[in-house]
């Protein structure tokens, strides 16, 4: 895997994967910056929560449930010295479908925090990682 960051300008960076797509980074203005873009820390969680959601899709689906829609509400808390690393992380599923079953759902979801996140097993040598789930009916 591969990544290359290019500086624009003041802390604005952009950000291109080796898969081709491309992100635009940038810091608070007391940091130079002028707020175009997420901040690399913002980026690194909401890269968790990407591949946990990817995760716990992929289980649901091979276990046949019918998946409508999928939510990660992702809520963390950071050192208050440098460095300022995740100590705490929170995940809430929001799972949509007609008939899910929540051990199932239950099943996925601690599957890929245990198994399969790699985004997630590594922040969790930092930080308290902890999830919930809710189904809604559609």
């Known amino acids: 895997m591969k990544a290359r960051i290019k500086w624009i ?21 007391e ?13 690194l969680l909401i890269g968790m929560g990407g591949c946990t959601q990817f995760d716990v899709l992929l289980i649901l689906r091979k276990a046949r449930q019918p ?7 992702l809520t963390a808390e950071r050192a208050a010295e440098d460095p300022k ?4 992380i929170h995940a809430h599923f929001i799972v ?12 996925a979801i601690r599957l890929s925090a245990e198994k399969y996140c790699s ?12 999830h919930d789930f809710e189904i809604r009916d559609v």
């Open 67 to 73: 998946v409508r829609d999928c939510v990660v509400e």
């Open 96 to 107: 949509s479908g007609d008939g899910l079953n929540p051990a199932q759902v239950e099943r």
């Open 9 to 29: 300008e003041g802390v604005a960076m952009l950000g291109e994967s080796g898969s081709g797509h491309a992100v635009v980074m940038d810091g608070p203005p």
């Open 31 to 43: 940091f130079g910056g002028r707020n175009l873009g997420v901040r690399p820390m913002e980026l």
């Open 119 to 130: 985004a997630s097993i590594m922040l969790g040598a930092t930080a308290e990682i902890t």
């Open 85 to 88: 690393v995740f100590t705490r």
